[in-house]
T-cell receptor, first 114, second 110 residues
Framework: DAGVIQSPRHEVTEMGQEVTLRCKPI?????LFWYRQTMMRGLELLIY????????DSGMPEDRFSAKMPNASFSTLKIQPSEPRDSAVYFC????????????FGNGTRLTVT | EDQVTQSPEALRLQEGESSSLNCSYT??????LFWYRQDPGKGPEFLFT???AGEEKEKERLKATLTKKESFLHITAPKPEDSATYLC???????????FGKGMKLTVNP
């Protein structure tokens, strides 16, 4: 079991640039979650998918953020244009029968927007 | 508003000094209460799920309990390798949104 795989591990970009974060969930898992973690706010749910369909995107901060899940093995979170306040660690997690099974997290992407 | 509150925010223990971490929640229709451990530079790692008041789960030096308003993570005779941030999260009914507390940083000194 390779676990949830996120790329890149670190991303440094300038304000105004487009950023794309990638996630490969655990094979066979049907739910996928994107979280953002900061010191001030902790872990915040941005969006989650069930069977590739977005179920709850109420945590997406604004229209600059978008997420897609074109198939069961891949998801992207895009920020366009990026702003310094978007700097955080972004985690992807997957589950095979949430909430009856726990979320399994990747090791995150640390995003720095200068 | 659904909330999960952890206390204390940070805790420093001597090796072998047992203690408890508190997680209080106000979530409508709780579907599950999850405990995670997070090491620096890593994603949260699953520890326990509790589904109903009175339920208990144990793993090595850790024991999690659940009431209708709180969950406790008891650490018995901790070791330095137990140093980490411990997170609790509540899955609410309806939307099934998983809401996390801000975590509790535990440091165990040898």
């Amino acid at each position: 079991d390779a676990g949830v795989i996120q790329s890149p591990r670190h991303e440094v970009t300038e304000m105004g640039q487009e950023v794309t974060l990638r996630c490969k969930p655990i094979s066979g898992h049907n739910s996928l979650f994107w979280y953002r973690q900061t010191m001030m706010r902790g872990l915040e749910l941005l969006i989650y998918f069930n069977n590739n369909v977005p179920i709850d995107d109420s945590g997406m901060p604004e229209d600059r953020f978008s997420a897609k899940m074109p198939n069961a093995s891949f998801s992207t979170l895009k920020i366009q244009p990026s702003e310094p306040r978007d700097s955080a660690v972004y985690f992807c997690a997957s589950s095979d029968s949430y909430p009856n099974s726990p979320l399994h997290f990747g090791n995150g992407t640390r995003l720095t927007v200068t | 508003e659904d909330q999960v509150t952890q206390s204390p925010e940070a805790l420093r223990l001597q090796e072998g000094e047992s203690s408890s971490l508190n997680c209080s929640y106000t979530v409508s229709g709780l579907r599950g209460l999850f405990w995670y451990r997070q090491d620096p530079g890593k994603g949260p790692e699953f520890l326990f799920t509790l589904y109903s008041a009175g339920e208990e789960k144990e793993k090595e030096r850790l024991k999690a309990t659940l009431t209708k308003k709180e969950s406790f993570l008891h650490i018995t005779a901790p070791k330095p390798e137990d140093s980490a941030t411990y997170l609790c999260a509540a899955a609410q009914g309806g939307s099934e949104k998983l809401v996390f507390g801000k975590g509790m940083k535990l440091t165990v000194n040898p």
